[in-house]
């Protein structure tokens, strides 16, 4: 499986404020996803990470909010924007390959916002 | 819309002992996989075990292994010679294999599961 990092482990920060997560892989892979996590919850797909060309967003999630970059094949990055304590959470990437249909994920970053 | 159950909110088994998960999920697709991660508390997301609809072979991973019963829509977890390791949060989830663009997991509300020593 691809080695996945994430940068920052964890931040904390003041409301207004925003944060810009990255996820970095060792190998070029198709598919990158960004998920949310709250507290004691299970996981929420934020976005798919397209190379070249925009995010696809899912239903809740807006790109004014969590603007997406993907320049390549192995790296993303994902910002929270004006931020508030509701979007204290866990964020994690994924990748998959044409390869495998599998996800696999990043360490996460716990996000705390004050 | 495809949703997957995990009725056990909280499990515990001994240390050495065996302790299956259960998992339901509803689809009207034939064609899809099935995924358990686990979750320490290090909040690090790791594949446990992966099973393709299509085969009626349950899936096994050294002490892992699944209970796959495709008509009933069950796929539970077995873990054998539980370790204190094994401590987690443990999530089932599914994919569509319709689309190779549509990777989107749906996820379970996941199991924490305890190991005593």
């Known amino acids: 499986s691809a080695v996945i990092s994430q940068k920052p482990s964890r931040d904390i920060c003041q409301r207004g404020t925003s944060l810009t997560i990255q996820c970095q892989v060792d190998?070029?892979?198709?598919?990158m996803f960004w998920y949310r996590q709250q507290p004691g919850q299970s996981l929420t797909l934020i976005a798919t990470?397209?190379?070249?060309?925009?995010?696809?967003?899912e239903s809740g999630f807006v790109i004014d909010k969590f603007p997406i970059s993907r320049p390549n094949l192995t790296f993303s990055t994902l910002t929270v924007s004006n931020m508030s304590p509701e979007d204290s959470s866990i964020y994690l990437c994924?990748?998959?390959?044409?390869?495998?249909?599998?996800?696999?994920f990043g360490p996460g970053t716990r996000l705390t916002v004050l | 819309a495809q949703t997957v159950t995990q009725s056990q909110p909280e499990m515990s088994v001994q240390e050495a002992e065996t302790v299956t998960l259960s998992c339901t999920y509803d689809t009207s697709e034939s064609d899809y996989y099935l995924f358990w991660y686990k979750q320490p508390p290090s909040r690090q997301m790791i594949l446990v075990i992966r099973q393709e609809a299509y085969k009626q072979q349950n899936a096994t991973e050294n002490r892992f292994s699944v209970n796959f019963q495709k008509a009933a829509k069950s796929f539970s977890l077995k873990i054998s010679d539980s370790q204190l390791g094994d401590a987690a949060m443990y999530f089932c989830?599914?994919?569509?294999?319709?689309?190779?663009?549509?990777?989107?997991?749906?996820w379970g509300l996941g199991t924490s599961l305890a190991v005593n020593p």
């Open positions: 989830a599914y994919r569509s294999a319709r689309s190779r663009n549509n990777r989107k997991l749906i």
């Open positions: 990470a397209n190379q070249g060309s925009e995010a696809t967003y």
């Open positions: 994924s990748v998959s390959s044409r390869l495998t249909d599998t996800q696999y």
């Open positions: 190998s070029q892979v198709t598919m």
